[in-house]
């Protein structure tokens, strides 16, 4: 899975635990508040109810998760160490956490202070990642397409931040200029396709091929999509500043898109030793998800259902998937790394049955979701029931499997 990798290059197992740990209790709180608040609250992208609930999903699920997981596969994917690993973590996951419960709990409350407190340590925690990361990759001179996507990341997340700065800042000292929800478009789109669709992409390039045996991406597609995409956000941001029609930009993307996952399912159906996997049920469900959303958007469907199908089918799926890969393979490398010869494979370390259920709630939940902008609001609460349970499994599986590496780790090799 991690070719080449050693105790000397990992940081310690702890590192990218806490993330994972952290990540699914975002989502239960995402889950709560949909059970406080109205639906039409929710679904208005510009109250601040929906605000709260999207930096509780971008920052404290998907950032915290992205952000654990660089941490061990950078070292590897791209020979990027950092010296001090603990240090370098506990900063980030500290800030990271209370960033997001400020900026969060500023927008639910209508509190200043906390949006202060917010934009503050969310500043910290990204300056520290990304900075430190874009110091050490930008030195690294064996050139693969994931080191040259995770470079367009750094750079494209960045950006994201910069902007996210200036938007908080606005709202802290309540100066709304007339060009606010144009630069609010700009972010959202960095965000999407800049921070989390290129991140994936260099991920997917060499992840997919290792993880699980399959076929190589198109060289045209690992070479050249993430800095074609990146300038096409560039684009988006100039035509948006000039007041020019983005429509057509906005398509380009969704077709690159398109093109990326299909690339991606057709190499997970194309393995080389195709043994029945539980993991890839998530990796085809966000690359069908992300089909699907860029297929209705281009067509103009309800936009409240793409951001479902967006944030829960594509991003998400493809988050937790990536987990229970993880989890499982760092408890049996680090035992294997102490000496231990009696260690679980790593089918044992998470049972298939308990992802399966997992994810079968998980993706009812979706549904239930999309059920309720399609039909009633009803099942906006079934859905939330089914989402903080989904994620209370998350967790259970992810703490059973670290439970058996805690348990082995601490018994004698002799």
Sequence with gaps: MFKGLSTDQAPP????????????????????VFFQYPQDLILNRYTNVAIAITHLFTLGV?????????????????GVVVKKPILFANIIHTSLTIGTLGLSGGFLYSKTYLLILGAIFLTIAFSTFLFTIAFLLFRVKYLTA??????VFIVAGIITVAIGVYLI???????????????????IVFAIFGFVLILIMGVAFQVIPMFYVARDFPKYIQEKFPIVIFSMIILFTIFSLLQVST???????????????????????????PVFDITLWYWKLSMFSLILSMILFILDINIYVIVIIIVFGFIYSVLQGMMYKIIPFLSWFHLSSKGHFDI????????????KVQFYIYFSSIICFLLAIMIDQIFIYVGSC?????????????????????????????
């Design 13 to 32: 197992i702890s590192v990218p635990f806490r993330f994972f740990l952290t990540a699914p209790i975002f989502a239960i709180l995402i889950g709560v």
């Design 247 to 273: 429509r057509e930009v906005l398509i380009t993307l969704s077709f690159m898109s398109i093109l990326f996952g299909y690339f991606a399912i057709v190499s997970l159906s194309n393995r080389r030793r």
């Design 62 to 78: 998907v950032s915290m998760i992205m952000l654990g997981a660089l941490q061990q596969m950078l070292p590897v994917l791209a």
């Design 169 to 187: 800042t606005a709202h802290i000292i309540s100066d709304i200029s007339p060009i606010h929800y144009i630069i609010v478009n700009i972010h």
């Design 386 to 414: 089914l989402f903080v349970v989904s994620n209370l499994l998350l967790i259970i599986n992810m703490i059973k499997a670290m439970s058996v590496y805690n348990k082995l780790s601490k018994k004698s090799l002799y």
């Design 344 to 355: 679980p494979t790593l089918r044992e370390f998470i049972l298939e049955f308990d992802i």
């Design 146 to 151: 994931t080191v040259n996507a995770m470079k």
